[in-house]
Each structure stands twice: as C-alpha cells, then as structure tokens.
C-alpha cells in the first residue's frame, strides 16, 4: 500500500485508522507510511486536535427516556409489518 494513490485515499484510511475501522494490518501500514511521510504526520496530527477540539468543546444534549421509548415502540411496530 506505500505511497496512497491520492490524498483523498490517505485522508479516507487516516479517518478509518482514527476510528479504530482497520484491520491490524492495515493499520500496521498505515502508521508505517504516516511515520516515513511528514506530511502525512501533520495531517494526522490536525485532525487529532481537531477531534479532540470536537469532544471537549461540544456538549451532547441528554435525550428524554420517553423519547427513546417512542422511537423502540415506533421501530417495533414497523418491524412487525405495521405501519405507523
């Protein structure tokens, strides 16, 4: 896999490798590649602080149980060939 083919095929495997997505392998590959190429390191770099960014930053509304109990009885009766 040296060397991707375009910077959209490195960017598409780094969001994998971020997202725990890629097989040992792969993996293996990937860091090998992002450790012999800085430019691939910076970017991995920029999209680690920008994740980290995201986590610390923004703050997930809670979702009522009710809700969630209105969408479980709304799939359940869909999945029962019952339309809603």
Do not use: A, C, W
């Amino acid at each position: 896999m040296k060397n991707f083919q375009t910077g959209q095929d490195f960017i598409q495997r780094m969001n994998l490798l971020l997202d725990n997505e890629l097989t040992p392998d792969v993996e293996r590959e990937v860091l090998e590649e992002i450790k012999t190429n800085p430019t691939y390191r910076e970017m991995l770099s920029q999209e680690q602080s920008f994740r980290e960014f995201i986590r610390s930053r923004i703050q997930r509304r809670k979702v009522s149980p009710s809700l969630v109990q209105s969408i479980k009885e709304k799939i359940h009766s869909t999945s029962n060939g019952r339309s809603i």
